[in-house]
Nanobody, 121 residues
Framework: VQLQASGGGLVQPGGSLRLSCAAS????????MGWFRQAPGKEREFVAA????????YYSDSVKDRFTISRDRAKNTVYLQMNSLRAEDTAVYYC???????????????WGQGTQVTVSS
């Protein structure tokens, strides 16, 4: 499984960014795919994920109602639309994949490289 993340950058507080994660290497029908983030000096934390087959999504409380995860079946790509960004959203964002919801939330076995998101005025 190969996961390629992109879309990070610098944005002002209140702004928006969209991250992309292009997946390849297997069929993802029964997989969960999503995002973690790691801020300087902090542990990596779960952000959001989506079950490929049904598009059922789930989020951490800190981003719920601000971030939206979606997927494009034809492009084998998962997106994270991030709105109303705050300084505390600054982190390296990693895409990840797993074959179960519990594993997805805690220890997904497949990881992409990180993409930096910086929220600052």
């Amino acid at each position: 499984v190969q996961l390629q993340a992109s879309g990070g950058g610098l944005v002002q507080p209140g702004g928006s960014l969209r991250l992309s994660c292009a997946a390849s290497g297997r069929t993802f029908t029964n997989y969960h795919m999503g995002w973690f983030r790691q801020a300087p000096g902090k542990e990596r934390e779960f952000v959001a994920a989506i079950f490929w087959k049904t598009e059922s999504s789930y989020y951490s409380d800190s981003v719920k109602d601000r971030f939206t995860i979606s997927r494009d079946r034809a492009k084998n790509t998962v997106y994270l639309q991030m709105n109303s960004l705050r300084a505390e959203d600054t982190a390296v964002y990693y895409c990840a994949a797993a074959d179960g919801i519990a594993t997805m939330r805690t220890r997904p076995p497949f990881w992409g490289q990180g993409t930096q998101v910086t929220v600052s005025s």
